[in-house]
Structures are given as structure tokens and as C-alpha cells.
């Protein structure tokens, strides 16, 4: 199967593309600085070329059977969520326009977008801090996310809360409602957003996922 990762050189995609090609898939990529994919240069095939160029991204999923996002606005100087709204419609429309169905995009564990979800104490927290230093970053995701639910894509979008490196535990907790930590390791994120290529659990869904809650014994 051939996937295509955008987002495939920061901190979440190059863990996804790694993971990726451990599984034996063949990947393209959309990255502006090819010496970024550092090992993995020689192993997939890359378009140079960013997100906001249509002809480059179009290159980049055309002939693919799924696609896996690891974009997101960054933290210092993101531009304004129209940008991300448009370049979300742009690809929505490519994806629909090629009949690829398949698409996992990451999300953040605190922008609004659901119905009747759980706010912890701890979810509140991660939300307060990120609309005093990144407001934009929410209003981005949340236009994201709905430009995703009028889309006719098989979709699901992953919303971690703050990702974290470190022992992976291979396992998560995933719900639509309820966030139940604060924090996810980072392969085991990845590893969860690549199961989801052949996974119907969560199609048109907008899981949370953390790390899972270990049992008392």
C-alpha cells in the first residue's frame, strides 16, 4: 500500500514516517527541505514543495491510498486560521477529486469542535494555557475540523493532548468524550494514527487519545 504523510519532518511526522516504513509501506511526502528526512530520504519519494503550492501537494497524494496529516500551525508566528482553513479545503478537494478516501489528520485535545465532551480539570488547564499563547492555533484546528465533517472523505481526526517523548507504553486510550491524561508518547500517538489506515473504528470520528490510565493493583 502506497500512503502519503505530510507534516512527515516535525516532531510528530517524522515518528509517523519512521513507523511507516517499518511497516513495509510505500511513502510519498511533501517536504520544502528534502535534507530534513535525513535517513529517510532515499527510502520514500518526496516532492519539494509546501503545503499552500496546490500543484506540489496535488503531486504529493495523487496516487496514493490513503493519506496521514501531521500538519499543524506552529507555535511561534503561524499564520492566521484562514490559511489553514483554505489549504484544508484545497486538500479535501484533491482527495476528493482523486477518490482517496482514507484520511487521519491530527488535531489538538482541547480546540472546540465536539459535542457534549468531558472537560477535566486537567483539560481545562491545557486549554487556558494555549489560549493565552496560541488562540490562533485553536481557531485554526476547529476550522479544520469542520471544513473535515462537510468533506466525503472517510476521515478521522486524532486529538492529543501534550505529546511527550520517552518510553512508548503501546497502548492508548481513545474516546470521543473524555480525555483521560493530559499527555501522549510520541510513538505511541504515531503508532495509533497508522493503525487507523485500516481501521473503520474511527471513521468520521475525533478521538482523544492519551496515554492509557494503568490500573491499580
Not at 506552529?74 to 486538500?91: D, G
Not at 495509533?192 to 489506515?197: R, S, T
Request: no cysteine; hydrophobic share 40%; proline share 5%.
Amino acid at each position: 500500500m502506497k500512503i502519503a504523510i505530510l507534516g512527515s519532518t516535525g516532531f510528530l511526522g517524522k515518528v509517523i514516517l519512521k513507523q511507516a516504513l517499518e511497516r513495509g509501506y510505500r511513502v510519498k511526502t511533501l517536504v520544502r527541505t528534502p535534507d530534513k528526512l535525513g535517513e529517510f530520504k532515499d527510502r520514500v519519494e518526496f516532492i519539494k514543495g509546501s503545503l499552500s503550492d496546490i500543484e506540489k501537494l496535488e503531486q504529493a497524494v495523487s496516487d496514493t491510498d490513503a493519506v496521514v496529516s501531521a500538519v499543524g500551525p506552529p507555535q511561534r508566528h503561524p499564520e492566521p486560521p484562514e490559511f489553514y482553513e483554505k489549504i484544508m479545503q484545497e486538500l479535501v478537494g484533491l482527495l476528493e477529486k482523486q477518490n482517496i478516501k482514507r484520511f487521519i489528520h491530527t488535531g489538538g485535545a482541547v480546540h472546540l469542535g465536539g459535542e457534549r465532551e468531558a472537560w477535566s480539570l486537567g483539560r481545562r488547564m491545557l486549554r487556558f494555557f494555549l489560549v493565552l499563547f496560541g488562540k490562533s492555533i485553536l481557531i485554526a484546528k476547529e476550522r479544520e475540523w469542520a471544513v473535515l465533517k462537510n468533506s466525503n472523505l472517510d476521515w478521522t481526526l486524532v486529538r492529543p493532548p501534550h505529546i511527550v517523548t520517552g518510553e512508548p507504553t503501546g497502548q492508548v486510550s481513545a474516546d470521543e468524550k473524555n480525555l483521560v491524561k493530559t499527555r501522549v508518547n510520541v510513538e505511541d500517538l504515531a503508532n495509533f494514527m497508522l493503525d487507523q489506515i485500516t481501521s473503520t473504528a474511527w471513521i468520521k470520528k475525533a478521538p482523544l487519545v492519551s496515554s492509557k490510565k494503568l490500573k491499580r493493583t
